[in-house]
């Protein structure tokens, strides 16, 4: 049962342009999201995150949404570098006292292009 | 600092034969987690240790062991390792129940 979901593989996107990635998760008890983004032969490296409490987190470029009722999250770009092209992670824990609580469920990954 | 660091980078096994991946960390970071990562599944946790002393399983458990040495060092341990554990193995660590942070990985091929 993949409790996170990345549905797409792969995005390819054309430099300064706007990269939006996207995730779905199904268990309700999920209250902290995260991004992380992978290069290769390299550990994942945390990019931002978000409380269940809010539906929007800025970090610079990065962006991230929440959307609790529909059980979705996503990481817009903005603007796409070729430096961002890597494999992105959604990943998701749950409230304090229940069985996902500081543990980490990723989904399967998308890889980012950004092509000059 | 140098965060998280996990040795070795690479290793080969023989079917049955044993090994022990280590992690430290030098952030003052209470939780240590043990992932590996295989295509197309993002990462799975195989062991956490939310305090020094305690210790649980995750997602994949099976064929593996853990010790948390000190505060700051996390050991995964394969007894008679198998074909079925050649993964990438990530180790990370936390303050608490928030933001984990990744060592670079060990690559264990499993003939």
């Known amino acids: 049962d993949q409790q996170v979901k990345q549905n797409s593989p792969s995005l390819s996107v054309q430099e300064g342009r706007i990269s939006i990635l996207n995730c779905d998760y199904t268990?309700?008890?999920?209250?902290?999201f995260l991004w992380y983004k992978k290069y290769p032969a390299e550990g994942p490296t945390f990019l931002i995150s978000?409380?269940?409490?809010?539906d929007k987190n800025e970090d610079g470029r990065f962006t991230v949404f929440l959307n609790k009722s529909a059980k979705h999250l996503s990481l817009h770009i903005v603007p796409s570098q070729p430096g961002d092209s890597a494999v992105y992670f959604c990943?998701?824990?749950?409230?304090?006292?229940?069985?996902?609580?500081?543990?980490?469920?990723f989904g399967q990954g998308t890889i980012l292009t950004v092509h000059p | 600092n140098a965060g998280v660091t996990q040795t070795p980078k690479f290793q080969v096994l023989k079917t049955g034969q044993s090994m022990t991946l280590q992690c430290a960390q030098d952030?003052?970071?209470?939780?240590m987690y043990w992932y590996r990562q295989d295509p197309g599944m993002g990462l799975r946790l195989i062991y956490y240790?939310?305090?020094?002393?305690?210790?649980d399983k995750g997602e994949v458990p099976n064929g593996y062991n853990v010790s948390r040495l000190n505060k700051r060092e996390f050991s995964l341990r394969l007894e008679s390792a198998a074909p079925s554990q050649t993964s990438v193995y990530f180790c990370?660590?936390?303050?608490?129940?928030?933001?984990?942070?990744f060592g670079p990985g060990t690559r264990l091929t499993v003939l």
């Open positions: 240790s939310a305090s020094e002393g305690t210790t």
């Open positions: 990370a660590s936390s303050r608490i129940a928030d933001t984990q942070y």
């Open positions: 990943a998701a824990s749950g409230v304090a006292g229940g069985t996902s609580y500081g543990k980490l469920t």
């Open positions: 978000i409380s269940s409490i809010k």
């Open positions: 952030m003052n970071h209470n939780s």
């Open positions: 268990n309700s008890m999920f209250d902290y």
